[in-house]
């Protein structure tokens, strides 16, 4: 039914919408081009901080998750695959060995299915007997109900968790009270030359009063190569500051909200019919954030450039555990947004993919009979080798720029 590193694919695949988890409120930053030793201090530095990360317990429950989310997509194919009859005899978290395929644990066996754990924890797969040709010549809609599945399995977990998190906990509301310099970009150091500090309320950008950290982009976003009045708050006391604005529109400061959160309780129903008014949003800015990601569009005002930027594993892994260390509410919310991006991943007619085996099944249907086995292997082959070259880029952005909040 589907080759193993098809979940591979999905996971790397799912964090081109990594940007959509950056959603930082950073004042944009002027960058200078690093040397070989630069890059190597910075990738010894962010290997060390993501060594003591992965001692984290934000990491493991994050890897964890990951774990759960794979089952969940997997078992929708194996649940579906045997509900229409077919057999399938193995169940996988992970991947074998190359030439080792007995280094395994199997720990079950259900319904003609063995369960097992393997080394290489990067994905998970169930396969079809090979010797089993059922499948191969079963109804078009069969097959499709099987590839669909493991998406669908991943939109009706987000969507009962949460509903379960907007009925017991609550849905939560953000209110911004205002927004202060977080911190300063050595790369433009005008504003804290000019007076700033960290934790400095800005509350106007020449006399026009600001709230948000969207707002103080905004404003600044207006001037160029010009000294702007900064009006802040330090200590219950109300200071004006001249800071000069460079001919990008940056004065070097990074922004973050002053924010307080509610939470607002709704019945089963109302949860039920709010979570799935969120997946269907979810779904309907996909095609956008991946344009965004395509450099089709432009990163969104508001959001640093490199909120474009290809992000691995790595980083999903990281954003999860900061998720973890906010508490639940985010961790939870978190959870369901992968689910639902893994579904969105795995439904694009991308070959190695589920939506790309549909679009074969779609192309069979219009043709009156399958691709060739052939033309099927080397286009997946093309596509596998694409995606290990984006695995890399996203490595690399992952060690050379981690996302931080």
Known sequence: MREPISFI??????????????????????????????????????????????LSA??????????????????????????L??????????FPVPKCPNFKLTFARIWGTDFQITPLLLGGFVSLNPADESF???????????????????????????????????????????????????????????GLLKNDQIIAVEQTAVNSPQDVITEISKYKSKLVTITVLRNNKQLTLAVPINENSQMGIYLAAIVSKEYKQLSP???????????????????????VMAKIFPVPDGLPKEAGDVHGLIAIVQIGAQAYEAGFYAFISMFCMISLNLAIMNILPIPLLDGGHLLFLAIEKVKGKPISEKTQIAVCTVFFYLLIGLMFLAFYNDIFKPINF
């Open 269 to 291: 129903f109302t949860a039920f019919t709010t979570s799935c008014k969120i997946t269907a949003d979810f779904f309907i800015k996909t095609p956008y954030y991946i344009a």
């Open 136 to 194: 191969k010549k079963s109804a078009i809609w069969k097959r499709a109900s099987v590839l669909v599945a493991g998406v669908a399995m991943n939109i009706i977990v987000a969507i009962i968790c949460l509903t379960g998190l907007f009925a017991v906990k609550g849905q939560e509301t953000v209110k911004v009270n205002g927004t202060i310099v977080a911190d300063f970009s050595p790369a433009v150091p005008s504003a804290q030359k000019a």
């Open 85 to 94: 009859g077919f057999d399938v005899p193995v169940f996988s978290i992970g």
């Open 9 to 54: 694919a999905s996971l790397v695949l799912v964090l081109l919408l990594s940007f959509t988890l950056a959603y930082t409120t950073t004042a944009s930053v002027l960058t200078e081009p690093l040397s070989i030793a630069d890059l190597t201090q910075d990738f010894v530095s962010n290997l060390a901080n993501l060594g003591q990360f992965m």
């Open 58 to 83: 934000g990491f493991w429950t994050m890897l964890l998750a990951l774990v759960i989310l794979i089952v969940v997509h997997e078992f929708g194919h194996w649940i579906v695959a045997r509900l």
